[in-house]
């Protein structure tokens, strides 16, 4: 039961790094493309942990932990270019 849930917010999170992905194409602004590479890692971290459950790997967390880190990094950078410059 509880790899079926898991496996439908796989789905889930698949559907939207794919609706995401589209927000950060066509984004007007550079703001919403930032928001939508921000949701992209969330969801791909959200979706690597999965794997790791269904694996039964302990090393994919340690991956996506360090992914996490260096995606909040990346949009902190970024953000602060945008408002006022390096």
């Known amino acids: 039961m509880i790899n ?8 889930i999170m698949l559907l939207a790094i ?4 589209y927000r950060f194409i066509k984004g007007p602004s550079a ?3 930032l928001v939508a590479f921000d949701v992209m890692t969330v969801s791909s971290l959200a979706l ?3 794997i790791a459950n269904f694996s039964s790997r ?3 967390i340690d991956v996506a932990l360090v ?5 909040f990094l ?6 602060r270019y945008l ?3 390096l």
């Open 58 to 60: 302990v090393i994919y």
């Open 18 to 21: 794919l609706l995401t992905l």
């Open 74 to 79: 990346g949009v902190i950078i970024v953000s």
């Open 48 to 50: 690597i942990a999965l």
């Open 67 to 71: 992914y996490g880190l260096l995606s």
């Open 4 to 11: 079926k849930i898991l496996f439908i917010a796989a789905i």
């Open 31 to 33: 703001a919403d493309r």
């Open 83 to 85: 408002e006022r410059g």
